[in-house]
């Protein structure tokens, strides 16, 4: 009754107490679906996506990390512990249709943050939107249907609670009508991720797709991003290794992991907690037709 109340007040459920009290409940991760598999991780070079690298390398898998900064990735030891890097930009849709990625086995759609200031990309979507949203939309198709990815493999989109309070908003990413706001822009892109993660199974029913919310983890992005929320929190936020837990244990669940679901700590949650931020079909329906519309720009 006490864990349940704690968990209903966010704060003792999204912080280090709340993975503290959920992971007692926790069996260790099966190597079964690691051990011997390539993983690509985009945004992989620092935070989550770093401590995921470590997790499944230490499982025996192969891993390669993508991100923009070169110097992230030699700073953050990945190359000593035999881990691969790719520069890619999330937001350059000809690079993410035109690297040879080589074959994987499982692909997280991980990279993200936050930028302080308004970047567009085509004149259509904001930086956020066009990286998180877009980019990652354009690597999954490329990857299932050029057979980048086998038959039954693992998706993952990592997203945020940030996107409980958002109802999707597709009509000003370009903040041609609002004052440009980060956080909104954050949470309406991680919104879409979860939707994305709801519609794809239906589009490819042979690939395990999942989402989750890492917890607040103490990376450096989030305390460039929100200086004035991690520094009341800083003692209640997760480590990088808590914060990649969820998303380690979605790939090793292999075919009995539920598709499409969006996960906490290893359950799944509900996505619309409040009534307000569910979206209309025609919405989402606009969300795929954009994606659609992106994807099919790239490939005339
Ligand atoms: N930390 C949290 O509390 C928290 C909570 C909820 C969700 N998340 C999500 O968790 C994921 C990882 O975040 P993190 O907190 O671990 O942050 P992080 O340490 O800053 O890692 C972000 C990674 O993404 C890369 N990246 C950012 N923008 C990119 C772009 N446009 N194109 C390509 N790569 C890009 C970064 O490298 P470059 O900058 O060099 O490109 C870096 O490798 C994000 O999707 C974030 O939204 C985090």
Same mark, same amino acid.
């Given at each position: 009754?006490? $864990? @349940?109340?704690? $968990? ?15 992971? &007692? ?30 997790? *499944? /390398? +230490?499982?025996? =898998? ?5 991100? &923009?900064? !070169? ?6 030891? *990945?190359?000593?512990?035999?881990? $691969? ?30 930028? +302080?200031? *308004?970047? *567009? ?8 939107? !066009? ?10 198709? @490329? ?5 980048? #990815? ?36 954050? !949470? ?13 199974? +239906? @589009? ?32 209640? #936020?997760? /480590? ?11 790939? !090793?669940?292999? =075919? ?8 906490? $700590?290893? =359950? ?9 931020? &569910?979206?209309?079909?025609? /919405? @989402? ?16």
């Amino acid at each position: 009754m006490l $864990d @349940r109340l704690k $968990d209903y007040s966010i704060i003792y459920s999204f912080d280090r107490s709340g993975y503290q009290r959920h992971a &007692r409940h926790f069996d260790n991760i099966d190597e079964q679906y690691i051990r011997g598999r390539r993983f690509l991780i985009t945004g992989g070079t620092s935070g989550i996506g770093a401590a995921l690298a470590e997790r *499944l /390398t +230490n499982q025996g =898998a192969s891993v390669v990390v993508t991100g &923009r900064d !070169a110097s992230k990735f030699e700073q953050s030891g *990945l190359e000593q512990a035999s881990i $691969d890097f790719l520069k890619l930009d999330m937001a350059d849709f000809s690079a993410l249709m035109n690297e040879p990625f080589g074959q994987f086995d499982g692909l997280v759609c991980n990279a993200g943050g936050m930028p +302080n200031n *308004l970047k *567009l990309i085509n004149d259509e979507y904001d930086l956020i939107f !066009a990286s998180q949203v877009v980019g990652h939309y354009l690597l999954i198709r @490329r990857f299932i249907e050029q057979g980048l #990815l086998p038959d039954g493999a693992p998706i993952h989109i990592t997203s945020s609670g940030g996107m409980y309070m958002q109802k999707l908003d597709l009509d000003d990413l370009c903040w041609q009508e609002a004052p440009y706001d980060k956080v909104k822009s954050y !949470a309406n892109a991680k919104r879409a991720q979860v939707i994305l993660n709801q519609a794809l199974p +239906n @589009r490819y029913p042979g690939y395990r797709f999942s989402c989750s919310h890492p917890g607040w983890v103490g990376t450096d992005a989030l305390r460039e991003a929100l200086p004035g929320f991690t520094g009341r929190l800083e003692k209640r #936020l997760r /480590t990088n290794d808590e914060g990649a837990d969820t998303i380690h244990w979605c790939l !090793a669940q292999g =075919a009995s992991l539920p598709n499409g679901e969006f996960w906490f $700590d290893r =359950a799944p949650r509900k996505v619309y907690p409040f009534f307000w931020t &569910r979206e209309s079909d025609t /919405t @989402r329906a606009r969300l795929l037709a954009l994606c659609e519309t992106a994807w099919a720009e790239q490939i005339a």
